[in-house]
């Protein structure tokens, strides 16, 4: 939980869930990381599952995207990151490690997270530069 911009007063912030995306490599000297992002979860999403969607949309970049499940073809973008930071410096999208928390920032907030039916989806592989095979 993070004051929303602009709704809090001096003596006590208006609270709400946020996204945080944050880029990090261990052996990359990528420098174009991204700085991280904060940014808050859309109201209407609050009472439903969010979907979160990491993808390589190419072979130098990937994305990390959220959707309600109410209408997950309404997606929004959060972050884009290039590949070499998860490449070890190589270039090209070589996969991905995601992590998800929820804390109330040291504060004495009480709302439930429930983190459930992780999934993947192998949409396909690059053989070859410009040469892909498609996931069965």
Do not use: C
């Amino acid at each position: 939980m993070r004051p929303l911009n602009g709704t809090a007063s001096s003596t006590k912030p208006t609270l709400a869930p946020h996204f945080r995306f944050l880029a990090s490599g261990l052996q990359s000297n990528e420098k174009n990381t991204p700085l991280p992002f904060v940014t808050p979860v859309p109201i209407s999403w609050l009472q439903n599952p969010i979907r979160l969607i990491i993808r390589g949309v190419n072979e130098t970049h990937y994305t990390l995207s959220a959707a309600s499940s109410v209408r997950p073809n309404e997606i929004q973008l959060i972050g884009q990151v290039p590949a070499t930071i998860v490449s070890d410096g190589a270039g090209l999208f070589t996969g991905s490690l995601v992590g998800v928390y929820a804390t109330n920032n040291g504060g004495s907030g009480a709302t439930p997270s429930y983190i459930s039916r992780w999934r993947y989806r192998g949409i396909g592989q690059a053989i070859v530069k410009g040469q892909y095979e498609m996931a069965l």
